[in-house]
């Protein structure tokens, strides 16, 4: 410290002097921190990006030469040559679900992820989804009961990430759930949101998973969960999009006797 009264800095002024240079210091290393954070998540994001590309250019290639077999373009198949080539697709599926994923978490994370707000009924989205998941889910011999509010108002969000989040929770309830099971969508409009719940009388989620139930990767250690396709990324997806679109996601669970999830969509028409 500069002063001309060198005899008048007393023993206070210098602790006082120390408590401020160490509070600078901090301040200091908390920035670099951060810009250091900063970098290495843009980097990463970049490095996603990347992958995710240089990915997909093989796998269109790989997809349509094994889609061109198939199709007997280049001569029959005996009945393992068929096999083969169904075991190959499942395997590009679930190798483009990661990419699709790793890549939604990208943008969302980026803030690059662009979601078209419009007013739309849910009706439309509930039927394509579940539409589109009948199948599995009857192959399982899963009972599947959807319950609509009457008169149900428009909502306002983007209805392909709506769908997408819908997806991905009937999608869930019926990986974990056992054959046979049951699955219940409810659909109830409140005074400014509506709430769309899944339920299912699945395997459950015991405390300590629900813990971490949102985290990217994460999965159960339950064999039972296992055995189910995943990476552990869609119920942090659903999170971020949900929240992105002003809703809030919760749920309830229970090991052993099922599990509830709930998300909320604003109503059109009224501020978020
Ligand atoms: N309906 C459900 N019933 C039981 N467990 C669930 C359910 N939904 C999610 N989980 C648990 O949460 C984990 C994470 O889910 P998610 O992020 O969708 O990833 P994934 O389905 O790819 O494993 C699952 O691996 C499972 O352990
Ligand atoms: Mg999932």
């Known amino acids: 410290l500069e002063t001309q009264h060198a005899n008048e800095i007393n023993r206070e002024d210098v602790a006082f002097v120390e408590r401020l240079a160490d509070r600078a210091a901090v301040a200091i290393k908390n920035a670099r921190l951060y810009e250091e954070i900063h970098a290495a998540n843009k980097a990463k994001s970049e490095f996603v990006s990347l992958v995710a590309h240089e990915l997909r250019v093989p796998m269109t290639s790989i997809k349509g030469y094994t889609d061109l077999m198939n199709s007997g373009m280049a001569g029959p198949l005996s009945d393992m040559q068929k096999e083969f080539l169904t075991v190959i697709q499942r395997n590009l599926e679930r190798m483009s679900s990661l990419i699709r994923d790793l890549s939604d978490i990208n943008r969302i994370e980026s803030g690059r992820m662009k979601f078209e707000f419009q007013d739309f009924a849910l009706q439309t989205i509930v039927d394509d989804v579940l539409g589109s998941l009948r199948e599995r889910i009857e192959a399982r011999n899963q009972t599947l009961i959807v319950e609509m509010a009457e008169g149900l108002t ?55 998973d629900q813990a971490q139930l949102f985290t990217q990767f994460f999965r159960s250690e339950d064999q039972l969960v296992r055995e189910q396709q995943g990476w552990g990324l869609g119920l942090s997806i659903v999170r971020k999009m949900v929240e992105a679109q002003n809703g809030e996601i919760s749920f309830e669970s229970e090991l052993g006797r099922g599990s509830t999830f709930t998300f909320t969509i604003p109503l059109a028409n009224i501020e978020v």
Do not use: C, M, W
Not at 154 to 160: F, Q, R, S, W
Not at 189 to 204: F, H, K, L, P, S
């Open 154 to 208: 428009a909502v306002h969000a983007d209805p392909t990430r709506i769908a997408q989040v819908f997806a991905n929770l009937v999608s869930n309830a019926h990986k974990y759930t056992p054959d046979g099971g049951q699955i219940v969508v409810r659909v109830k409009q409140g005074e400014r949101v509506t709430a769309v719940t899944v339920q299912d009388n699945g395997i459950g989620i015991s405390e300590e």
